[in-house]
Nanobody, 124 residues
Framework: RVQLVESGGDSVQAGGSLRLTCAAS???????????MAWFRQVPGQEREAIAT???????TYADSVKGRFTISKDLAKDTLYLEMNSLEPEDTAIYYC???????????????WGQGTQVTVSA
């Protein structure tokens, strides 16, 4: 069964950088090769928001709020998904989740597998 485990969340000051990691396992072939991957984030009381997607051909999409600051990527050999976050803002404070789906979507309902989340806190 596919498992996703995020790490890398931390508390940083505005303008700082973080790299989130999502280690995948449990499939016969690398999860990040066979599945459509995404990073979501969620603030308490708000809906889970897709911020970056990565399809099986390497195509990416980004939410306008993170475009130009965040980069999604994958390492097939390590079966790992990354989210490089630069120029962080207090508005980026949230729990960040990685997820896997069988097609590209911005809707959380489309994603079959989820990690447990990692907290990112950005102070002004």
């Amino acid at each position: 069964r596919v498992q996703l485990v995020e790490s890398g969340g931390d508390s940083v000051q505005a303008g700082g950088s973080l790299r989130l990691t999502c280690a995948a396992s449990g499939a016969s072939s690398p999860v990040v090769y066979s599945w459509y991957m995404a990073w979501f984030r969620q603030v308490p009381g708000q809906e889970r928001e897709a911020i970056a997607t990565l399809d099986i051909r390497g195509g990416t999409t980004y939410a306008d709020s993170v475009k130009g600051r965040f980069t999604i990527s994958k390492d097939l050999a390590k079966d790992t998904l990354y989210l490089e976050m630069n120029s962080l803002e207090p508005e980026d404070t949230a729990i960040y989740y990685c997820a896997a789906a069988t097609y590209t979507s911005l809707r959380p309902q489309a994603y079959k597998h989820w990690g447990q989340g990692t907290q990112v806190t950005v102070s002004a």
